[in-house]
Each structure stands twice: as structure tokens, then as C-alpha cells.
């Protein structure tokens, strides 16, 4: 009897250490979309406040990142690699591609600065280079037929308007017209303020894809956000105007106001 507990006890390891290995190994690949507005209003809001190169762009989602994940749709996480040569890995045809999807939206920001955070916090855990990285970021948004989702939702008149807003459906069926076959996705939202219980703002859009980013998946229900699962009705925000620089706010402050 003895023998046969501990034979069951074994199993029982071996399969959390397979379950454990496995959650760590990267099985697919998330492309994360943001719609710029939202980002600006949540960076203008943070505890330390920033801001958004002017104009912010509201025609376009743009790509947060690509982040590996495990079959169950979770980011995976590692340590932080050396950085590469830089300048091998930006040739000039990949920084001018990337650019046209990728740009980094943070005031003062250079363009590499976004690219670099990305590949140091989600690429390196799907254990690639950061040429394969970077060029299969172009190859996923290179598979989006009408050029940028953006484009998907404003066929379906799902449209950045302070008097619209949409059901989760719509804005998903939307989306799903950009696959051969209907691929679930994720989308992220954010409240618009503390009062409101009925509308939200639109933050994110997620299309997986397999591990090689050359064809759409279905993104795993395991790691589905809820933040737009509410029954609250979905809204693009135009651009919000934004607070002062902060060197203006304090030579106001001090008298000297040169802005």
C-alpha cells in the first residue's frame, strides 16, 4: 500500500513540475494594441504624471508591444538580458518600419527607448533573438490586411466620438473580421471616472498569434481581461487636453513664466 501511495505521489510531482516547466515555456505570442487617447489619459493621470507627443494620434492603434506567453495566455517573465548591438539590431529599413506601427507615444521619448523596454521586459522570455523579435513584430502587423485595426472598427462604425459607444460584441465581431475564422481576442479597458458605472474607455486590443507570429490564434480564455466585462458601454476618447509641462507648471510657480 505504501508503495502504491507513494507511486501516486510521484505522479502527482512529475505532473506539477511538467505543468510548472510548461507555464514557463513559450507557446504563443500576444500583439498588444493601444489606443493612443487612453494612453495619454492614463499617463496624464499617473502618480507622476507625464505626457503625450502632440498631436496624439487618434486615427491608429498602435503596438504596445509583443509579449510571449504561455498556453494559458499569460505573460511570461525572466531575468534581463545583455543588451545586444543596438545599432545591428535598428538598421535603418527596421526603424522605419517599425515606426509606421510602433512609434513611441511619450513626450521626449526617442524612438528606440519603447523598443528596447519591451524586448528587455517580454521579448527575451520567448527565448529568440532581438532581430527575430522585432522582425516578427513587423511580419504579425504586416498580416493585418487593411493596414491598421483602426481601419477594421471604422468599417464597422466603431469610431472615436464623444457621443458614441459600443457594445464588447460589436467592437470584438469587428476585430474578428480581420481573421480567415473567428479567433477570440482580448480587450482591456478603463474606467472614465470614479461616477460613471456605464460607460468605459476603449485602453487595449490583443490579437495572439503562434509562436512564430505567422498565423492568428485564439487567445486562451485563462488570461481573458475583464475590465471591459462589465455590461458598461465601450468608448474611443478623442484626445484629452493635457496638463502643462512640468518645467512650465514651476517657472510659473517661481514668478518666471516662459512658456
Not at 480567415?180 to 468605459?200: G, K, S
Request: charged fraction near 15%; glycine fraction near 4%.
Amino acid at each position: 500500500m505504501k508503495k502504491l501511495v507513494t507511486f501516486f505521489l510521484l505522479v502527482i510531482l512529475l505532473l506539477e513540475i511538467t505543468i510548472s516547466v510548461d507555464s514557463q515555456n513559450p507557446s504563443l505570442l500576444k500583439f498588444v494594441l493601444q489606443w493612443p487617447p487612453t494612453f495619454c489619459i492614463i499617463l496624464n493621470s499617473a502618480a507622476q504624471p507625464g505626457r503625450c507627443k502632440e498631436p496624439i494620434l487618434q486615427h491608429n492603434l498602435t503596438l504596445h508591444g509583443v509579449w510571449p506567453a504561455d498556453q494559458r495566455g499569460f505573460s511570461l517573465t525572466c531575468p534581463v538580458p545583455p543588451d545586444p548591438n543596438w545599432n545591428q539590431v535598428f538598421t535603418a529599413a527596421v526603424e522605419n518600419q517599425l515606426m509606421a506601427f510602433w512609434p513611441p507615444l511619450r513626450e521626449n521619448a526617442q524612438r528606440r527607448d519603447l523598443w528596447k523596454h519591451e524586448w528587455r521586459a517580454h521579448g527575451a522570455c520567448g527565448r529568440t533573438t532581438p532581430q527575430v523579435y522585432f522582425n516578427t513584430a513587423i511580419q504579425i502587423n504586416n498580416m493585418l490586411q487593411k493596414g491598421n485595426l483602426f481601419n477594421y472598427l471604422k468599417t464597422s462604425g466603431i469610431i472615436a466620438c464623444d457621443s458614441l459607444s459600443f457594445a464588447k460584441r460589436d467592437i470584438v465581431g469587428a476585430i474578428q473580421k480581420v481573421f480567415a475564422q473567428l479567433f477570440d481576442v482580448y480587450l482591456t479597458c478603463i474606467p472614465i471616472d470614479a461616477t460613471n458605472r456605464t460607460h468605459i474607455y476603449l485602453s487595449e486590443v490583443t490579437l495572439c498569434t503562434n509562436l512564430g507570429g505567422t498565423s492568428f490564434i485564439s487567445c486562451p480564455s485563462q488570461a481573458a481581461p475583464t475590465s471591459c466585462s462589465s455590461g458598461a458601454r465601450i468608448m474611443l476618447p478623442h484626445p484629452k487636453p493635457q496638463p502643462r509641462a512640468l518645467w512650465s507648471f514651476h517657472e510659473e510657480i517661481n514668478g518666471r513664466d516662459i512658456s
